[in-house]
């Protein structure tokens, strides 16, 4: 059974950063990519960040781009979001997925999903 699942959410002030941890079970995340993507109250699920085959490749969306950085351990199959300079507009909850292929924002290509783990920015 693959499992996923997110650690690292919490609150924060403006400025501030978080670390948020995926660990994956069952799957080695070496291959195909594994994703970053968050939901806030009323929206749609977006994505933001991604970790593409042995980590060598990232794409970030263009709102985060310059303060996260996605990055990767696969000795310990864990990925990792570090999220700086944060913003009241990254409130949400962040969710880690894995997907078999190379694209990264698409989340119908994404296999399997973790719990998510709260982000909360305040102002």
């Known amino acids: 059974q693959v499992q996923l699942v997110e650690s690292g959410g919490g609150l924060v002030q403006a400025g501030g950063s978080l670390r948020l941890s995926c660990v994956v079970s069952?799957?080695?995340?070496?291959?195909?990519?594994m994703g970053w993507f968050r939901q806030a109250p009323g929206k749609d699920r977006e994505f933001v960040a991604a970790s593409i085959w042995s980590g060598s490749t990232t794409d970030y969306a263009d709102s985060v781009k310059g303060r996260f950085t996605v990055s990767r351990d696969n000795t310990k199959n864990t990925v990792y979001l570090q999220m700086n300079s944060l913003e009241p507009e990254d409130t949400a909850v962040y969710y880690c997925?894995?997907?078999?292929?190379?694209?990264?924002?698409?989340?119908?290509?994404?296999?399997?999903w973790g719990q998510g783990t709260q982000v909360t920015v305040s102002s």
């Open positions: 069952g799957r080695t995340i070496s291959t195909g990519a």
């Open positions: 997925a894995a997907t078999a292929y190379g694209a990264t924002r698409r989340l119908n290509l994404y296999d399997y």
